[in-house]
């Protein structure tokens, strides 16, 4: 009895029960437990046997308006469910863990869906979003592996929180452009997905919204969208290219990456910034441009961005940041904006198609390994403001002349590490 408790106080925390009227006095019938309210039915439990099942429209006859929290919570043997027209609401985990359902049919009456109300539900292929429901709310969908084909309709305005999560054998999927926002984690792990339009009418995406996401080839993204968020295509690595559309302002930390086959990134003017790591591990990337509206590039953006043969960096950066371009092995030539201050530790860490490089006046630090490994690396102009270099800052560069003013900090550390240079 104690253990019995205890799983209902979890469950009670897992799962927000939803404010509604019903309540008091708990009935049974035709093997469904039932509240009332207003001489309507709420059915809160089901101990039927199971199998394909078509819900009663009344219960000792009364309507049955609502389908209660945990209703059918883990009924393993329900294999196919028919909800009858008059139903209204659908509350939280309604369904949840009813791992043989294969089939339900939602009527049009539905207008309320809550959260993880068919979450973990393995079985189920396909399903229809009545018109009248305007959020698929938190994790409704989650972990339902076998789902294939959603119908979402007009009347939707939001995607919440992990909402199909997990769907792995989703394929078939239009968002319409009713839909506002796309939540945390709205489709991470749909790896079955190729293609995706998100409509204009979308304004924001959440965080690791499409993560995983590893067969999505092609996304195309609302031009409203004001900023791409944490981590939101991590792992994407079928995404071959992207357009970051005129009205963003930012791209936050770690969007891109690991999205291994991406090779174009086309960043419309208007952007501020560029987050931390990015664009790590973007192995196939070969082609991006950066605009001048461009004021941050967070540490390590392309990291590991291998194949990258060039890249500009806008005017207005201040520093180039720690391992910023760390292990971009085909970068042949840079160009370092006078505005610069700093170059910080690891900033071309193993950049080893690096030539030249000169550093403008104005720069005053080098970091740490800045320029370590970069063996095809000759000439290195430092200027006279420069007033720290870091250690290591350019071993294993065995080809390197330093180009240095006389008696300058830069000439005394080349002296002191017994760096090969030239004065000027």
Not at 177 to 180: D, G, L, Q
Not at 409 to 424: D, P, Q, R, S
């Given at each position: 009895m104690k253990?019995?408790?205890?799983?209902?106080?979890?469950?009670?925390l897992c799962f927000p029960t939803t404010a509604n009227a019903f309540g008091g006095k708990t009935y049974r019938s035709e093997g469904y437990s039932y509240r009332l309210a207003s001489k309507k039915a709420e059915i809160t439990g089901y101990y039927g046997e199971g199998g394909e099942i078509i819900i009663p429209s009344h219960l000792d006859g009364y309507p049955v308006v609502s389908i209660g929290d945990n209703a059918f919570y883990s009924c393993k043997s329900l294999t196919a469910v028919n909800i009858p027209d008059g139903v209204k609401h659908i509350r939280s985990a309604a369904f949840y863990d009813c791992v043989n359902l294969a089939s339900i049919t939602i009527p049009k009456s539905v207008t309320s869906i809550g959260w993880f109300v068919f979450a973990y539900c393995k079985s189920l292929t396909t399903i229809t979003v009545p018109h009248g429901v305007e959020s698929i709310g938190v994790s409704v969908f989650r972990e339902c592996e076998n789902l294939t084909s959603v119908t979402i309709p007009k009347s939707v305005k939001s995607i919440g929180e992990c909402a199909f999560s997990g769907c792995s054998s989703l394929t078939d999927l239009i968002i319409p452009?009713?839909?506002?926002s796309i939540g945390y984690s709205a489709f991470s792990g749909c790896s079955s997905l190729t293609g995706l339009t998100i409509p204009d009418s979308v304004k924001s995406i959440e965080e690791f919204a499409f993560k995983d996401c590893s067969s999505l080839v092609s996304i195309t993204l609302p031009t409203g969208l004001k900023s791409i968020e944490k981590s939101t295509y991590w792992g994407c690595i079928s995404l071959t290219s992207i357009i970051i559309p005129k009205g963003a302002k930012s791209i936050g930390d770690t969007a891109f990456v690991h999205c291994f086959n991406l090779a174009s990134v086309t960043i419309s003017e208007g952007l501020k910034s560029i987050g931390e790591y990015a664009f790590i591990n973007c192995e196939g990337l070969t082609s991006i441009t950066i605009p001048e509206s461009v004021t941050s590039i967070g540490a390590g953006a392309f990291s590991g961005c291998r194949n990258l043969p060039s890249i500009n960096i806008p005017q207005r950066i201040k520093s180039i940041e720690n391992m910023v371009f760390f292990g971009c092995q085909k970068l042949a030539s840079i160009s370092i904006p006078k505005g610069v201050k700093s170059i910080g530790e690891d900033a071309f860490y193993h950049c080893d198609g690096l030539v030249t490089i000169s550093i403008p006046e104005g720069v005053s630090t080098i970091g740490d390994r800045a320029f370590v490994d970069c063996w095809r690396l000759n000439s290195v102009t430092i200027p006279k403001s420069v007033t720290y270099i870091g250690s290591d800052a350019f071993t294993k560069c065995p080809k390197l002349v330093l180009q240095v003013v006389n008696d300058s900090?830069?000439?005394?550390?080349?002296?002191?590490?017994?760096?090969?240079?030239?004065?000027?």
């Open positions: 253990k019995l408790v205890i799983v209902l106080l979890l469950l009670s452009n009713s839909v506002k900090y830069a000439y005394k550390y080349a002296v002191e590490n017994g760096l090969t240079h030239t004065t000027k």
